[in-house]
């Protein structure tokens, strides 16, 4: 029994290090730069993909994103996420392309369809539906990213001196998921060796979910036993925390600072000069002059850049 007791919480990190969406830190750029400064790169990002509707852009874009998740480091988990997007991002150009009516280059007549009217399918649509389908393909990756690479710890320590509780409460929440995601693990392993199987269909699934939320519950009545053993619900505020010195910035942080900065100016100035417009109805107008493959490229080196720099990243 002891020897089956200390095997959990192996498999328990070895799920969390293998599940997708969970911070491990190694040592990369944005791994060592502190959470806030991660964050708001990570936002950047996500207010330039929301901004930006050239297909070009948005593709130099993919590829920073994708560069960014090589260079922290998390390349394969980051494509298990890309594969996940596609998924997602298949259905919304089939969807735009059966619905939209607005396009002028017909390529294919689906003839009557009904009350969805005449079945013309155009150019414009399945341009339009691969614009958004990118879009959202982006915020995918890029929230993908931040939760590999930024510490969710730090995160929320940030926010402690406004409401101590709450962050105590996200933080376990956090921590408590992975332990589950092992938990089900295990228990379907188990329903696995019974002699008839695990039980086929929604029965089986019910059950697993049954049994993993009633050891969720057990675990919460003991984890909150625990704090209040040692004092947390007579806790005010984060008061011991004031007194800590501030830390100072990093050149990791500088450095992604001036990236997150850099991509959104560049994001906003390529909206408004015209160099990344983007019209899909009712014909196609995009600009594909040396101004747009310039702010494709700058957008690309601004996103790469920080992580030139290795030193000082040992976790």
């Given at each position: 029994?002891?020897?089956?007791?200390?095997?959990?919480?192996?498999?328990?990190?070895?799920?969390?290090?293998?599940?997708?969406?969970?911070?491990?830190?190694?040592?990369?750029?944005?791994?060592?730069?502190?959470?806030?400064?991660?964050?708001?790169?990570?936002?950047?990002?996500?207010?330039?993909?929301?901004?930006?509707?050239?297909?070009?852009?948005?593709?130099?874009?993919?590829?920073?994103?994708?560069?960014a998740g090589w260079g922290a480091g998390v390349g394969p988990r980051l494509?298990?996420?890309?594969?996940?997007?596609?998924?997602?991002?298949?259905?919304?150009?089939?969807?735009?392309?059966?619905?939209?009516?607005?396009?002028?280059?017909?390529?294919?007549?689906?003839?009557?369809?009904?009350?969805?009217?005449?079945?013309?399918?155009?150019?414009?649509?399945?341009?339009?539906?691969?614009?958004?389908?990118?879009?959202?393909?982006?915020?995918?990756?890029?929230?993908?990213?931040?939760?590999?690479?930024?510490?969710?710890?730090?995160?929320?320590?940030?926010?402690?001196?406004?409401?101590?509780?709450?962050?105590?409460?996200?933080?376990?929440?956090?921590?408590?998921?992975?332990?589950?995601?092992?938990?089900?693990?295990?228990?379907?392993?188990?329903?696995?060796?019974?002699?008839?199987?695990?039980?086929?269909?929604?029965?089986?699934?019910?059950?697993?979910?049954?049994?993993?939320?009633?050891?969720?519950?057990?675990?919460?009545?003991?984890?909150?036993?625990?704090?209040?053993?040692?004092?947390?619900?007579?806790?005010?505020?984060?008061?011991?925390?004031?007194?800590?010195?501030?830390?100072?910035?990093?050149?990791?942080?500088?450095?992604?600072?001036?990236?997150?900065?850099?991509?959104?100016?560049?994001?906003?100035?390529?909206?408004?000069?015209?160099?990344?417009?983007?019209?899909?109805?009712?014909?196609?107008?995009?600009?594909?002059?040396?101004?747009?493959?310039?702010?494709?490229?700058?957008?690309?080196?601004?996103?790469?850049?920080?992580?030139?720099?290795?030193?000082?990243?040992?976790?």
């Amino acid at each position: 029994m002891q020897a089956a007791r200390s095997r959990y919480p192996v498999r328990e990190r070895e799920a969390m290090i293998g599940t997708l969406l969970f911070y491990r830190r190694i040592a990369s750029p944005l791994h060592a730069t502190r959470a806030g400064i991660g964050a708001a790169w990570a936002l950047s990002l996500t207010a330039a993909a929301l901004i930006l509707y050239h297909p070009l852009c948005l593709l130099a874009l993919l590829v920073a994103v994708l560069g960014a998740g090589w260079g922290a480091g998390v390349g394969p988990r980051l494509a298990r996420s890309l594969r996940t997007a596609t998924i997602v991002a298949l259905p919304i150009v089939l969807v735009n392309v059966l619905v939209s009516r607005q396009g002028l280059t017909v390529f294919a007549r689906l003839g009557d369809l009904g009350p969805f009217g005449q079945g013309d399918v155009t150019v414009e649509a399945a341009a339009y539906g691969g614009v958004i389908a990118l879009k959202v393909t982006m915020l995918i990756l890029i929230t993908g990213l931040a939760g590999l690479a930024v510490d969710p710890d730090e995160m929320l320590r940030m926010f402690r001196r406004l409401s101590f509780r709450s962050a105590l409460t996200a933080t376990l929440a956090t921590r408590m998921l992975p332990v589950l995601a092992a938990d089900s693990q295990r228990l379907a392993e188990a329903q696995r060796t019974r002699p008839a199987g695990a039980p086929a269909g929604a029965r089986g699934r019910v059950a697993l979910l049954s049994a993993v939320v009633g050891g969720s519950l057990d675990r919460a009545m003991d984890v909150a036993a625990t704090l209040e053993v040692r004092g947390f619900a007579t806790a005010r505020s984060a008061a011991g925390a004031r007194g800590r010195p501030r830390r100072a910035l990093s050149r990791h942080d500088i450095a992604f600072a001036a990236s997150a900065v850099a991509i959104l100016a560049l994001a906003i100035a390529g909206r408004m000069a015209g160099v990344a417009s983007f019209a899909a109805y009712p014909r196609i107008e995009m600009p594909t002059d040396a101004g747009t493959f310039a702010l494709a490229l700058a957008l690309i080196a601004a996103t790469a850049l920080p992580f030139c720099d290795r030193r000082g990243i040992d976790p």
